[in-house]
């Protein structure tokens, strides 16, 4: 399978931190080769220029929000954009300007400020986007999440309207935290997070990687590690296979892990509201332990009661540990959890892009593994009952296979062998086994 708009290196927007070192070198995160480029990205020599040509490209600036325009991205070539935010400059003259922009074919993630350089003014649509709207969808809420916001912030109001998504959008628009430092790493972020107001002036932040408290510099942090005594994630470590480990951590009994992990988590998921609330929720932390410790790798985070038959709230891999997979892992896991709750699953919506692709991968391999195997004629609650799938996502990934058909008023599954091994083959790799054998877990009871 191709790559989607995600960096492509093999650090993913990452890089590893030398050994004891306070100097920074910024980390381009090489966002070259991404397959499925858009037709319109051209290479460009721009004209020698002429006065009447100056003169009327400074009559366009500052470039106001809302502005589409051609930006020079880091593969050199041109993309369209739109102008979302823009600052003056630190250091530049009073009417000069540092704009931030949204590759309008490519993922939120990818939104950056650029210099005026970037831009080629010869591109610019004079028509003025009057808001900012592109992507109210974005922030579609799942009823779940807004019953959440209803609960926690908004009393008394059954739904959110569209002016207060909008309000939502303009506040979270520009990513706050550009960087974070996390046990070997340095990573990218991708979007905003509601950090708490102290930290509205920082660019980067340091995570303790065990308990993910955060600080704003980096002497902080030497002198926290020095003091820290953890060496994993709080909670039960319920899995254990080679060096990776699983911990269950119960957002009651650990808040501010719960919420300091949100926070974390929130720089890579768009989708997601960020609840104060992590009482309700058991978090699932994926790691790779050496004689260091247990390091996060990834998380999913689980409702302990879930009316919608959700059984994962939020996944993640971060980003260094990306496309290894660990996200079928942990997407593998959570259905073994509701085998042993005796329920079937399905992740909370919206699904975000590599969300989306991560389950239709998963439910592919799944299924379609039994139908290679099975005899005979065998129905979509007989394979509810074998892998805690959800009914209704395994009659879409079936129908996406056009595996299915309607006959006399019934779903019919059709498997020729042949076209099961061409979707098998299409949905890659297998990742990570669970080894269910090292599963030593028991569902949730209230407690008292
Ligand atoms: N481009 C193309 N396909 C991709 C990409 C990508 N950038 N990333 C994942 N996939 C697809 C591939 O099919 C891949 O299998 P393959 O590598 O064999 O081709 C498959 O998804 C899963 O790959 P993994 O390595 O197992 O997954 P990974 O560890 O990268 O984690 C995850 C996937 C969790 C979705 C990760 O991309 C992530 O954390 N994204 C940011 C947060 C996010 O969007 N989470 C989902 C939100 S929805 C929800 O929480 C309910
Ligand atoms: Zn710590």
């Known amino acids: ?60 600036l500052p470039l106001e929000v809302g502005t589409r325009v051609l930006c020079r991205w880091r593969d050199c070539k041109y993309h369209p954009v739109k102008v979302i935010e823009r600052r003056k400059m630190q250091f530049g003259g009073s009417n000069e300007y540092e704009y931030y922009v949204h590759y309008t074919e490519f ?34 809420m799942t009823r779940h999440q807004k019953r959440k916001i ?23 628009k520009v990513k706050n935290i550009a960087t974070i430092e996390l046990g070997r790493y340095e990573i990218e972020t991708w979007y905003f997070s509601p950090f708490p107001p102290e930290y509205n002036d920082c660019l980067r932040l340091y995570f303790c990687e065990f308990c993910l408290n955060f600080m704003k510099r980096k002497e902080q942090l030497q002198r926290h ?48 509201t960020l609840y104060y609330d992590v009482d309700l929720f058991l978090f699932y932390i994926l790691c790779e332990c050496d004689d260091r410790g247990c390091h996060m790798v990834g998380y999913f985070s689980k409702e302990k009661h879930s009316e919608e038959s959700y059984n994962l709230a939020c996944i993640l891999t971060l980003p260094p540990y990306q496309r290894k997979g660990y996200g079928k892992f942990l997407i593998a ?25 991560s389950y239709r991968g998963y439910w592919t391999r799944v299924l379609l593994d ?25 009659l879409t990934t079936l129908q996406t ?48």
Not at 226 to 252: A, N, Q, W
Not at 333 to 357: A, H, I, N, Q, W
Not at 373 to 394: P, V
Not at 422 to 448: C, F, N
């Open 107 to 140: 993922n939120r993630r990818l939104d950056e400020w650029v210099k005026l350089e970037q831009l080629d003014l010869d591109s610019v649509e004079t028509v003025v986007d009057e808001k900012v709207e592109d992507k109210v969808t974005s922030l579609k």
């Open 1 to 60: 399978m191709g790559s989607i708009d995600t960096p492509k290196n093999p650090e993913n927007g990452s890089r590893t931190l030398p050994p004891a070192t306070d100097a920074y070198a910024t980390y381009d995160g090489d966002k070259n080769g991404i397959d499925g480029m858009p037709a319109r990205a051209t290479e460009m020599t721009l004209p020698v220029e002429s006065e009447a040509i100056k003169k009327r490209r400074a009559s366009m």
């Open 401 to 448: 296979l056009e595996l299915i058909q309607y006959r006399k008023g019934q779903h019919v599954i059709c498997a020729d062998p042949k076209v099961l091994d061409r979707h098998l083959k299409a949905a890659g790799r297998g990742g990570l086994e669970v080894d269910v054998s090292k599963l030593i877990w028991t569902p949730y009871k209230e407690q008292g």
């Open 225 to 272: 590690m020095k003091k820290c005594d953890l060496k994993h994630p709080p909670g039960d470590e319920i899995y254990r296979s080679g060096t990776l480990s699983m911990f269950e951590v119960d957002g009651k009994k650990n808040k501010v892990y719960g919420q300091n992990l949100c926070y974390l988590a929130k720089l890579f998921l768009d989708h997601k």
């Open 150 to 172: 209803d609960e926690t912030h908004v009393e008394g109001h059954e739904e959110l309207d569209a002016a207060s998504l909008r309000e939502h959008e303009e506040f979270t």
């Open 333 to 357: 896991f959570s259905y073994e959890l509701s085998k042993k709750e005796s329920k079937v699953g399905t992740p909370e919506r919206p699904l975000s892009d590599l969300g989306l692709l």
């Open 370 to 394: 039994i139908l290679k195997r099975h005899k005979g004629n065998i129905s979509i609650k007989e394979l509810s009952d074998m892998t805690a799938i959800k009914a209704e996502d395994i």
